[in-house]
């Protein structure tokens, strides 16, 4: 039988047009204008990706913040769910200080109106789209006690979660004769900065939408996430007596679909055989039975059996979750608890 060629034809244009939909699918979905040598950062909670120089630290913020506080005024924020700093060399005979790129989540802007309102001062702020992803900027800045940072910050609210690229540069005066002091040339750093930012775009959903809110805790420190629908409340309140005893120092939680989520802290311990123990002396689980989860300059994280600690500076991080007969059970493949984890920081 003689082929229909018009058929064909017909066919080969079907699989030629999806395969270019195809293409344009995978465009907007993984960056491809990738400068070489560079490496790339997926974040699979808010579902983004990002892509960053050899001579920028990446921290994703978890959990310990502090690592990349390089200036006085840090680059990145308890707000920040990627970091990454600038480490480049050639800069100790001028003002700088630190530079970076941080991906922040402004859970207290809660709708595109409250997203946009960027603090400028006397500058306008703008629009732009970056990799199909619409976005208002404008310059932000701050000083104090001999030094300042500055830098453009750009907002999108996507998925109803308000996104903040901020691209800050820090420098400083203190402890400098300024008229000595060699101006800090921002120019070449100002346009890797702005490589990074056009890297950024979507590729998925936002796991970690809308429907959080940001508990700070100012007796011992922590700072973390919690559905909006439930109230944190302090079991125990942190004092200067309770801080010099052997008692647990604070305790907060909160309580979602009969499970509660509990953060307590201990101050002062000075080592990890004072933390262990503790432990055994509180009744949880001690070193012997924790395994490192994630280990940074200041802080590490165990797993020890349901618990997770979080401890460095003096200071241990108890959070666990309980059923109703106040039984304290696994927190794997728990969703609230995998965000209460991974949105604690100790400030």
Not at 292 to 313: C, D, F, N, P, Q
Not at 322 to 332: E, F, G, H, I, L
Request: hydrophobic share 35%; with cysteine.
């Amino acid at each position: 039988m003689k082929p229909n060629t018009d058929i064909g034809r017909t066919v080969v244009r079907i699989i030629l047009l999806s395969l270019a939909m195809l293409a344009t699918v995978c465009g907007t979905s993984f960056a491809t204008d990738v400068p070489e040598g560079w490496r790339t950062y997926h974040n699979p909670d808010y579902g983004f990706v990002i892509a960053y120089p050899g001579s920028f630290n990446f921290y994703p913020v978890k959990p310990d913040l502090k690592e990349a506080q390089l200036s006085y005024i840090p680059i990145c924020e308890s707000e920040s769910v990627a970091c990454f700093e600038y480490v480049g060399n050639g800069d100790s005979e001028t003002n700088f200080e630190a530079a970076g790129l941080s991906v922040n989540i402004l859970r207290e802007a809660r709708t595109e109106e409250e997203c946009n309102k960027i603090d400028t001062g006397q500058y306008p702020i703008k629009k732009a789209i970056i990799n199909g992803v619409p976005f208002r900027f404008g310059e932000t800045g701050g000083a104090a006690t001999g030094h300042a940072i500055g830098g453009p910050a750009y907002r999108s609210f996507h998925e109803r979660v308000c996104f903040e690229l901020a691209l800050l540069i820090a420098v400083t005066s203190s402890g400098y004769d300024t008229d000595a002091v060699k101006q800090f040339d921002s120019s070449k750093l100002e346009e890797e900065l702005d490589k990074m930012l056009h890297t950024f775009r979507f590729v998925g959903p936002v796991i970690d939408g809308p429907g959080w809110k940001v508990y700070q805790d100012d007796g011992c420190g922590g700072v973390f996430e919690h559905p909006e629908t439930a109230e944190v409340v302090t079991a125990i309140e942190y004092s200067n007596k309770r801080s010099a005893s052997d008692e647990t120092t604070c305790e907060v939680y909160f309580v979602d679909h009969s499970l509660k989520y509990t953060v307590a802290a201990k101050v002062n311990l000075y080592n990890p055989g004072q933390l262990d123990r503790w432990l055994r002396a509180a009744g949880y689980p001690d070193l012997s039975h924790a395994a490192v989860a994630v280990h940074s300059r200041y802080l590490t994280e165990y797993k020890a059996a349901s618990y997770y600690y979080i401890y460095g500076e003096n200071t241990l991080f108890i959070l666990s979750v309980s059923d109703a007969q106040r039984k304290v059970v696994s927190p794997d493949n728990n969703p609230v608890f995998r965000h209460l984890l991974s949105s604690f920081k100790a400030n």
